[in-house]
Nanobody, 121 residues
Framework: QVQLVESGGGLVQPGGSLRLSCAAS????????MGWYRQAPGKQREAVAS???????HYLDSVRGRFTISRNNANNTLYLQMNSLKPEDTAVYYC???????????????WGQGTQVTVSP
């Protein structure tokens, strides 16, 4: 069973930085896509940044130039480096990966448990 465990959230002042991590464990044969989502109180979950295998990287317009998504394949960890944080970035952040566990199986979406990011003076 695949598990995604997030870390790195917290309270930061406007203009500050945080780095979120999402460690994947379990049986992983292939990963087709990976990304970070966020959900603020009273709002729908939105995609913040994603990597589609093949190299395409997408960012939400409001974070482009401030956030960077990356992955270390050696330790199966996905990162989101967040710089120049703004109060409107406050939300619970979730990682997501579409993973094929075995060569004979289809792929499934897996989610991290969520980590709170609060940007406030």
């Amino acid at each position: 069973q695949v598990q995604l465990v997030e870390s790195g959230g917290g309270l930061v002042q406007p203009g500050g930085s945080l780095r979120l991590s999402c460690a994947a464990s379990g049986s992983i044969h292939n990963i087709y896509s990976m990304g970070w989502y966020r959900q603020a109180p009273g709002k729908q979950r939105e995609a913040v940044a994603s990597i589609i295998i093949g190299g395409n990287i997408h960012y939400l317009d409001s974070v482009r130039g401030r956030f960077t998504i990356s992955r270390n394949n050696a330790n199966n960890t996905l990162y989101l480096q967040m710089n120049s944080l703004k109060p409107e970035d406050t939300a619970v952040y979730y990682c997501n990966e579409n993973i094929q566990e075995h060569w004979w199986s289809g792929s499934n979406d897996y989610w991290g448990q969520g980590t709170q990011v609060t940007v406030s003076p």
